[in-house]
């Protein structure tokens, strides 16, 4: 689950990471206050969770208050990248003599957390690797024992930092590692990380990433992230499920038949509306909801159903799609795809109810596509 | 000949007493596995199918000294302790099949079975099969036979669907690896490839990949460099998946630019490996290969 700048921000100020003074406002009136309170220049900053927001316009400095204002007034509920702007952060712009770069990720190759830095920050960092490596140094770190006092050394020396400033690196560094494992994050990066003219560091943006799976650890951050309607319902259901723009709903089981399938659909020259991923072993009911879910979706003109049953009964497949097609199932067509545990008799029953199953899903996707026209 | 498990292989369920690891237990007894014991701590004395359950791995491996693989069936939350339990007891192969597993608890526990000499598969995984000798998993046994192909996936059912295939071709099995579908996982594309290279029973290797991080990048990387001796078959899923999007599985996402499926198919393309269209085309392909035992 990514986070808002400001709830990452709140993270570091809990963790001891020193941030610039800041206020989330959700109205323009707000805004002008908090221009007004912090005096002289600010900045005002979207709160969207999309990448690119700077170059999209959603951070931007104002002179004074009125600005401060005027900005915010085109900001809020205005939509960035697609994404509706609802709040925006208010903070005081910030000298910088030189912008740093400290983050953690879990690197998926490495098989540990790593430690990146550097003393070009604030451009993106996969982009400045290519370009400059030699100005990104990588560390792994042993997750059983944790991030080392001769790594942050080497870290704060690769960013020239010397004396108080290199204490304050020190601090920094061990702080956001700290938050990095405790919160269970996938990412948490602070870029650009500023070196003020009066030799201070301060985090001018938070891009923190949590674990989805370790959410239960963390309850305060519970709420949907930026999911399409179909999406957040079909999670409500306990489906994984991810919108697309075609109009053949797709419903399989298991992520990567699921996705085989949409590709297939696709390869046929058909247009996948949507990926659905009932899971190992669902019941009637569960497939009902599935069904009912893209049936009544106004973009799915036909709903293939591709299913290989293990632990998933085939007739249960069938008995939850007929009762769905039954309910909410006018006007669309139906292809389904029945393979493994208890198929004669799903098929069985798919045919009793004027539906016709495939063996391949190779022949039912072809179906598919050329239903969807 | 196989890989990982095979007539040798003494399995404990940690998790059996749970509706999950009761219906597997009775499925892979079916199937012939040497299922020895489980565990469920506070329901040590009770059986399920006649296995009989204890309340710490230690009791179990008291009692049943050839125990040598643990298959984790536990909720997310407990699954870290539970492969501990197994590591710390010397047990050499531990397969989770536990979703949801939070990564920084599979970091640690994958380090630390690193640093014992212990192998990992998973979490997020169907398990390990090798036709007629042992089924450690979840994976519906019938559709498997035994022959000279090995099946490495980082899916469940995509890699049933292909197997399924490859057995009506009148091909079989070696044996068949779900490495899991986590962004860090125990073992990976290239650790099982290097054991199908140096397995006798494999004459040939299907890797099926999805998008999402570089594993299928790396593998193509060491097959070429290691001139692959053995012919290697891919499908890679997601063609269609869109960016920032989890595809069910926790680690098939497209991220900041990377892990989408045409670099994959472009790596492996360029390391020699004939990656196909459809699930379909796998077994096909295999089919024309020459040598391939039936």
């Keep these: 689950m990514k986070l808002y700048e400001f709830e990452g921000r709140e993270l570091f100020s809990r963790y001891g990471i020193p941030v610039s003074g800041y206020g989330v406002a959700g109205s323009v009136e707000e805004v002008r206050r908090l221009a007004e309170e912090f005096g002289g220049k600010v900045v005002v900053k979207a709160q969207v969770l999309v990448a690119g927001r700077g170059k999209a316009g959603g951070v931007r400095v104002a002179e004074n208050p009125d600005q401060a204002a005027e900005l915010a007034a085109e900001m809020l509920g205005s939509s960035i990248k697609g994404e509706r702007v609802k709040s925006v952060i208010v903070t005081p712009f910030t000298e910088i003599a030189r912008e740093l770069y400290l983050g953690f990720i879990v690197d998926r190759a490495r098989r540990r957390p790593v430690l990146i830095v550097s003393g070009e920050g604030g451009v993106e960092i996969e982009a400045l690797a290519k370009t400059s490596p030699g100005n990104v140094l990588k560390l792994d770190v042993d997750p059983l024992t944790g991030l080392r006092d001769y790594q942050v050394r080497r870290a704060v020396g690769f960013m020239r930092l010397r004396d108080k400033v290199a204490e304050e690196a020190v601090k920094t560094l061990k702080s956001l590692y700290r938050l990095f494992t405790e919160m269970d994050c996938e990412l948490a990066e602070i870029n650009p990380l500023a070196l003020t003219p009066d030799q201070r560091l301060v985090a001018l943006d938070a891009k923190i990433i949590l674990d989805d799976n370790a959410l239960f650890r963390h309850r305060e951050f519970t709420r949907p992230s930026s999911e399409s309607g179909l999406e957040e319902e079909a999670r409500r259901l306990g489906f994984s499920a991810v919108e697309l723009d075609g109009d053949i709903g797709i419903i399989g089981n298991g992520a990567g038949l699921t996705m085989a399938t949409m590709d297939m659909v696709k390869f046929k020259g058909g247009r996948p509306a949507n990926f659905l991923d009932v899971g190992g072993g669902a019941a009637e009911e569960v497939v009902d909801r599935a069904a009912r879910l893209l049936l009544t979706h106004p973009r799915v003109k036909v709903l293939f159903v591709n299913i290989l049953g293990g632990i998933t009964r085939c007739d249960e497949v069938a008995r939850g799609l007929v009762s769905a097609y039954r309910a909410v199932g006018q006007g669309k067509r139906v ?13 069985k029953i798919l045919r009793e109810n004027g539906l016709l199953p495939y063996d391949s899903m190779e022949e039912a996707a072809e179906v598919a596509a050329r239903l969807a026209g | 000949m196989a890989i990982l498990v095979d007539g040798n292989t003494r399995v404990l369920v940690q998790g059996i007493t749970g509706r999950q690891g009761a219906f597997h237990t009775r499925a892979m007894l079916r199937y012939g596995t040497r299922v020895e014991a489980g565990v469920t701590p506070g329901k040590g004395g009770q059986n399920v199918e006649g296995v009989p359950v204890y309340d710490s791995v230690e009791e179990a491996l008291a009692n049943h000294p050839s125990i040598n693989t643990s298959l984790i069936m536990v909720p997310a939350a407990y699954a870290a302790d539970a492969v501990y339990e197994a590591l710390d007891n010397d047990i050499e192969l531990v397969v989770i099949i536990t979703e949801h597993v939070p990564v920084h608890d599979t970091l640690k526990f994958v380090r630390y079975a690193g640093l014992r000499g212990a192998r990992i598969i998973g979490p997020n995984c169907p398990g390990v099969i090798t036709p007629g000798a042992a089924k450690v998993g979840i994976m519906p046994g019938h559709i498997f036979k ?149």
């Design chain 1, 335 to 347: 292809v389904v795809r029945l393979m493994g545990t208890n198929e004669e008799e799903g098929k």
């Design chain 2, 146 to 294: 035994q022959g000279g192909v090995g099946i490495v996936s980082r899916s469940g059912t995509l890699t049933y669907e292909i197997a399924y295939a490859v057995t009506l071709k009148g091909l079989g099995q070696s044996t068949c690896v779900g490495i899991g579908g986590d962004p860090v996982v125990g073992m990976d594309f290239i650790e099982v490839l290097e054991m199908f290279r140096k397995d006798n029973g494999t004459e040939a290797v299907v890797l099926i990949g999805e998008i999402g991080g570089d594993m299928e990048e790396r593998a193509a990387a060491y097959i070429k460099e290691t001139s692959y001796p053995k012919p290697v078959v891919a499908y890679i899923a997601g063609r269609t998946a869109p960016p920032e999007k989890r595809m069910g599985h926790a680690g098939a996402i497209i991220s900041m630019g990377a892990g989408d499926a045409e670099s994959k198919v472009r790596a492996l393309t360029a390391a020699g490996v004939y990656v196909a269209s459809t699930p379909s085309e796998v077994a096909e392909k295999l089919s024309k290969l020459q040598g391939i035992n039936r």
